[in-house]
């Protein structure tokens, strides 16, 4: 049998080349043992937004691609829209909107803010809090995420 890592990885390429085939962007997947067994995560989006007509077609695509990984149940998924920022694609599209950032450790005595994302490389995310920059080191960022204001949503919401 494979090696787990190496069929996730597997399934990661086959999962990015589907996403290309159907008009999709493909994200994340994920392995993670849930109280209700082991569950394999699939993250898909697309320009627009993804919907559940999307979703069926995909799952009903990938399932045939995942018979090497040991798992009990699959979700695909949009990933909602406060996904934690993971990587450069992520990192972009955020760029110049409002970001929540939570340390692993407090830093100059905080260990959550939220700001604007003003810039990042490899290394560290600046961040703009009222006209104040601060620069973290990626390592010492535990998540960073697009900032929901709930009340201003709901404000703007049509009835």
Known sequence: MPNKSSSLATLEAA????AEE???EFLDLELVKEPSGRCLRIYMDKEGGINIDDIEAFHKRVRPLTDDIDYDYMEVSSPGADRPL???RD???????EVEVKLFAPVDGIKQLTGILSAYDENSVEIDCAGTVRS????????I????D??????????
């Open 145 to 148: 995420r697009p900032f929901i």
């Open 136 to 143: 973290f080191e990626l390592k010492k960022v535990a998540l």
């Open 86 to 88: 993971k990587n450069p």
């Open 150 to 159: 709930v009340d201003k949503e709901l404000e703007n919401s049509p009835e």
């Open 15 to 18: 999962c990015v080349k589907l």
């Open 91 to 97: 990192f972009e599209k955020a760029l110049g909107t």
């Open 22 to 24: 159907t008009g999709l």
